[in-house]
């Protein structure tokens, strides 16, 4: 076996092979999904926020011409103003998006991620993160025989042992939950909801979507301060709501994303989304010539077997109260509604949760939900 050789990312031939090798290495994988090349191609380049506070480099394996694993390399600064005790903070650097064909490959590429990480002075390796706790955080590992949901990562059972065979440990589980949504909710859930539906202080309504900018502006407030003290929480930057709205909006459907107010004020949300995945299974990664065509007619009336929920919060000072447990049942049973009736649903995703929100925890299983998939990220000190 040839040694691989790692060499940075240099130029567009090297970009374009970076984009398109996990199409090699998922070739007899049938759960993996191909994401739109030119998402990712946009999330590498400047049209993304995240470079606006961020600094990376992305680099490729070589053995001989064969390109054969890659990896990205990136410091973000607003994560190293955060706490340390939270996950992130001072000295603490990320590398993500690694594909490898042999161990021997992925310990050369996580090298060169260290020593570039080093080379900026951080003492940390916070990983996998593809590009940030707000994209596709952690390595899977657990649920290799079912596919990822939409904004999902998937990755084969070797890179675990990979990634701690190169000195890497636990730092913390992300876990999705999944259940069947056709069934009603346990007698206790359904009390909790109509209790909420008498109290006159509560409302609970759909977003306007001819309002969608102010709506987007409001959800990620509330995500902001619900999620401050949160392990890995680093704040969503304007120009950064503005982005994911403008990405999100055409998966947006104004019955599977609730508002919860209290007294007339904002103070919870629940984002749900269609599984895109699902429609971009069968593109390959390409909308054009027919694929734009596919996806356009799936947008319009969307059928699909999963509803993921990827955001769910109320502000700081509701929570671990019992208000806010009532809110989220609430939005939970009206979305779920929604998503049989109108979208032909029958199974709902909850995640990722932190596997020590105690909170988030008890209402998944308080919803008789269960851990289908877990991600890991891991951490070694530099």
């Known amino acids: ?31 993996w999904v191909p994401p739109l090349r030119q998402d990712v191609a946009e999330l590498l ?7 606006q506070h961020a600094e990376g480099q992305l680099f490729l394996a070589r053995a001989g011409a064969r390109v054969t694993g890659r990896i990205s390399a990136h410091i973000d600064r607003l994560a190293l103003a955060q706490p340390a005790d939270q996950g992130m ?27 570039w990480l080093r080379g900026r002075g951080m003492t940390r390796a916070l990983a996998p993160l593809s590009l940030s706790v707000w994209d596709e955080p952690g390595l899977l590992t657990e649920g290799f025989d079912l596919s990822p949901t939409v904004m999902m990562g998937h990755a084969r059972p070797a890179t675990a042992g990979w ?18 949504i056709t069934q009603d909710f346990p007698p206790l859930v359904r009390r909790i909801v109509a209790s909420g539906e ?49 990405k999100l909006k055409p998966i ?15 103070v919870a949300f629940m984002i749900t989304l269609p599984d895109l995945n699902e429609a971009l299974k069968s593109l390959d990664g390409r909308l054009f010539p027919f694929g734009f065509l596919k996806l356009l007619a799936f947008l319009r009336a969307p059928k699909v077997r999963t509803m993921r929920v990827p955001l769910m919060g109320v502000v700081k000072e509701l929570q ?29 995703e909850i995640g990722w949760i932190l596997d020590d929100n105690q909170g988030m925890v008890a209402i998944a299983e308080t919803i008789e939900s269960r851990v289908d998939k877990v991600y890991t990220i891991y951490e070694k000190p530099l």
């Open 163 to 180: 990634v701690a065979g190169a000195g890497y440990v636990p730092a913390k589980t992300l876990k999705c939950w999944e259940l069947d």
């Open 45 to 51: 380049g400047p049209k993304n926020p995240f470079w």
């Open 89 to 115: 903070g001072p000295g603490t650097g990320n590398w993500g998006m690694l594909e490898a064909e042999d161990a021997a490959t992925a310990h050369a590429l996580i090298a060169a991620a260290e020593d």
């Open 1 to 31: 076996m040839t040694a691989a050789t790692v060499t940075a990312v240099a130029s567009a031939a090297d970009r374009k092979a970076f984009i398109e090798l996990p199409w090699r290495i998922y070739a007899d994988d049938p759960h």
């Open 198 to 246: 008498k109290n006159p202080r509560i409302s609970v309504r759909k977003v306007d979507k001819r309002r969608f900018e102010e709506e987007a502006a409001l959800i990620m407030g509330i995500l902001n301060d619900a999620w401050s003290d949160n392990w890995g929480f680093v704040p969503l930057t304007e120009a950064e709501i503005a982005y994911v709205g403008k």
């Open 320 to 348: 671990s109260s019992r208000l806010a447990s009532q809110l989220a049942f609430m939005m939970i049973e009206y979305i779920r509604r929604a998503s049989v009736t109108r979208y032909g649903a029958t199974r709902g």
């Open 252 to 266: 947006v459907f104004e019955d599977l994303i609730m508002i919860a107010e209290y007294d007339g004020r904002p």
